[in-house]
């Protein structure tokens, strides 16, 4: 069941946008030792600022800081818990585009907040009746072990994989708890649990691929455990965003693998799930899914909302605005609440990394106002 009982908007977006060139500039001064950490983040908030002003303009609903101070999603969230290790991160490397590695050396704590002052200055700058839709997103804990798995964390620090899970799943409580107190009442994780080449991957290192997703479903269950009835919790399931180019990709199994473990186990309120190609799959028969048993209630609750992902975020031209609704009432015709229970947005985030896609700063605007336009015509409202 819906923890919160609140959905999402109609017209959603996964959260990071391009930076702005004022960003990528300030960031580069202060790699080279030009511009302080209160420069930089003055650069930010100029930046944050400017976003927000637009999205405000547009009408749009969920508002993020557009991940303006991150370079990776995942990696500028994670390496502030104690205990992890950021490794191969030097400027020439990143320049490259090999992206660091996480290490966990140490016990994982929760030393301090992460994304409390974040949330802070954009609660600063939106509009005190738009405070609700002010969404901070984070990597889901799970992206602490995905990448690197049992070799990426100290045998000696944990022998038992056990209590690693329970000790990040308690970093990350302690954090949501913070957030909470600070306002926050929307919280989106991302993961990554659908690709088969990073599937194939994980068995070759040892996982179980058929407990896997169930045990990470424990994972972020317990780490949200503790959130209070009006905090809606969202998570993203992507498939890899850097430069336009796709990490990871579907099958034609679609997320039908991973089906009760994404939409019975799970204790999250929405699902952002990219759907916008054949390389995502287009059979949306998974959200109709079910046990075997000719009786059986489907995996997903249809007090949960499924943000479909029709989008592109790597591409700037734009999609047939026809085209896009048939989806959202094809997809209905399998979703438990029908299309009562489903919500629109980009893919992907149009910046996941520092580096971007390869569209512009409009685009990006325009495919929001998209998704705006065709929820206000299928719904009624974004």
Known sequence: MST???RTFRAEHVGSFLRPRAVHDARAAFAAQKLDAAGLRAAEDAAIREHISTCLSLGIRDLTDGEFRRQYFHIDFLKHLSGVSVQKNSLE?????IPPTLAVVGKIKHERDIEVDNFEFLKSIVPRAQWNGIKVTIPSPTMLHFRGGRKAIDEQVYPDLDDFFQDLA?????????????????LQLLAYLTDPKMRADAAARGEDLATLPHRYAELINKAIQSRPQDMLVGIHLCKGNFKSQFFAAGSSEGYAPIAEALFGKLQVDAYFLEWEDQRSGVDFSVLGARPA???ARPYLDASKTVVLGLVSSK????EDKEEL????HDAAKFAPAGLEQLAISPQCGFSSTVHGNSITSDEQYAKLRLCKEVAEEVWGSA
């Open 325 to 328: 609704k048939r989806k959202l």
């Open 315 to 318: 591409v700037g031209k734009l």
């Open 293 to 295: 048993g000719e009786n």
């Open 170 to 186: 308690a970093a990350y409580r302690a954090e949501i708890d913070a957030l909470y107190k600070a306002g926050c009442r929307y």
């Open 4 to 6: 919160s009982g609140r």
């Open 93 to 97: 490397q990143q320049e490259g585009h």
